[in-house]
């Protein structure tokens, strides 16, 4: 029996595909719905992981009729029971190199390392694809890859080892001690502990002094630059870029993104004033 752990159920979409293709992929997939790469890893209340990560994720989300309950923690437990009950089972997981991947292969260590040799990992970093014309790209999440290839990408699968259970194992120790705003991908399965703040200068690059919708501010970052933390994390920064006095909102905040608008403090009048007086002293 094999377990396929993914990152979001996009990515899920594609490798149950793939599995219904091939016979020795034969498995259950399991879809991880945390995204590791944002928000805080431990508190000082005691309060336990699963609990600190659904409240962190309900504060960043307005008026949800379904609050947020995070379970995947319980589920690794109930798995990793699994593989110390029963030798035929088995784990795969998918890891793009995609910071929310990366996080999970070091957060998942913890559960595995008693089975580390059937926990398998199977890593497309670096590595080509075809798409749907045929042509070659470097893929930055399972989702991109179509299962056909998925299914070529079975033969990647690699037992985790014991020096790499002792050598990344401190990573994980090292980002909750750390326990940042953001962790970024620094390439291989390196990361980085950054601040909450780390995206809004590319925020609040795509802001002017007129009036623009959140939706445009928050598409333009994730296409642009590949912001790795999703829409409600970046609605949630705008909104405290905005409590600082960084921006200014209008309009109903509590609702979906398109029905509050961003500018940058002041107007375009005055703008143009100062940029006209500077032009006029420098003639002077």
């Known amino acids: 029996m094999i377990y396929h752990l993914v990152v979001g159920d996009s990515a899920a ?21 945390d995204i590791l790469n944002v928000g805080p890893l431990r508190n000082d209340e005691g309060t336990d992981f699963s609990a600190m990560r659904s409240a962190f994720w309900n504060s960043m989300m307005l008026n949800e009729k379904e609050p947020v309950h995070v379970q995947d923690a319980e589920h690794m437990q109930q798995l990793s029971e699994k593989l110390m009950e029963d030798t035929d089972v088995k784990v795969w997981f998918w890891m793009a190199p995609w910071p929310a991947d990366v996080c999970a292969y070091h957060w998942l260590l913890g ?36 299962p056909k290839e998925l299914v070529k990408a079975r033969r990647l699968a690699r037992a985790v080892t014991i020096a790499e259970v002792e050598m990344d194992g401190e990573t ?11 962790r970024t991908h620094e390439g291989g399965k390196k990361l980085a502990s950054r601040s909450e703040d780390h995206y809004d200068n590319i925020l609040a690059s795509f802001c002017s ?9 928050i598409s333009q970052s994730l296409n642009k ?14 909104r405290k870029m905005a409590e600082n006095g960084i921006i200014q909102l209008q309009g109903d905040v509590s609702k979906t993104l398109k029905d509050y608008e961003v500018k940058l403090p002041g107007d375009i009048e005055n703008e143009q004033e100062t940029v006209d007086g500077q032009v006029a002293k420098d003639k002077v």
């Open 111 to 146: 559960f595995f390392n008693n089975t580390i040799d059937r926990y398998f990992v199977l890593s497309i970093a670096g590595l080509p694809f075809l798409d749907e014309n045929g042509k070659v790209f470097y893929p930055k999440n399972i989702s991109e890859i179509l």
């Open 13 to 33: 979409d594609s490798l149950k595909e793939a599995i219904s293709m091939e016979p020795s992929m034969q498995g259950e997939v399991i879809v991880l719905k």
């Open 172 to 182: 994980w120790t090292k980002l909750v001690e750390e326990n940042g705003g953001i």
């Open 209 to 217: 002094h007129q009036f623009i919708k959140a939706s445009r501010i």
């Open 225 to 238: 630059y590949s912001v790795p933390t999703g829409d409600t994390y970046l609605g949630w920064r705008l």
